[in-house]
């Protein structure tokens, strides 16, 4: 059983960026894709972005595309998610999660993930 600790939110100003981190523990994630999704409070979790077992494959959501980046590094059993021009709306708890399935296509929503984060928060606010 992977467990999987996300570290990295805090208090930003509009504009500013942020790196998450996801680090794993238990067994290797190097052959299973990762994924990053967010919930705000009276809302469900939504996707964010997603990234193959090799890294060489990558999903964002549209709210995501040119303003963040996902990325792992398998040595070290960890996914990152860099964010930048950081907006109100991106305020929200951002939780990693492992797939279901080996090697497989990294996904895009909540049900093709089996493994979560407890979350980090991130708060953008002037």
């Known amino acids: 059983q992977v467990q999987l600790v996300d570290s990295g939110g805090g208090l930003v100003q509009p504009g500013g960026s942020l790196r998450l981190s996801c680090a794993a523990s238990?067994?290797?994630?190097?052959?299973?894709?990762m994924g990053w999704f967010r919930q705000a409070p009276g809302k469900e979790r939504e996707f964010i972005a997603s990234?193959?077992?090799?890294?060489?494959?990558?999903y964002y959501a549209d709210s995501a595309k040119g303003r963040f980046t996902i990325s792992r590094d398998n040595a070290k059993n960890t996914v990152y998610l860099e964010m930048n021009s950081l907006k109100f709306e991106d305020t929200a708890g951002y939780y990693c999660?492992?797939?279901?399935?080996?090697?497989?296509?990294?996904?895009?929503?909540?049900?093709?993930?089996?493994?979560w984060g407890e979350g980090t928060q991130v708060t953008v606010s002037s």
């Open positions: 999660a492992a797939s279901t399935t080996f090697k497989g296509v990294p996904g895009t929503s909540v049900s093709e993930f089996a493994a």
């Open positions: 238990g067994r290797t994630i190097s052959n299973y894709a």
């Open positions: 990234i193959s077992w090799s890294g060489r494959t990558t």
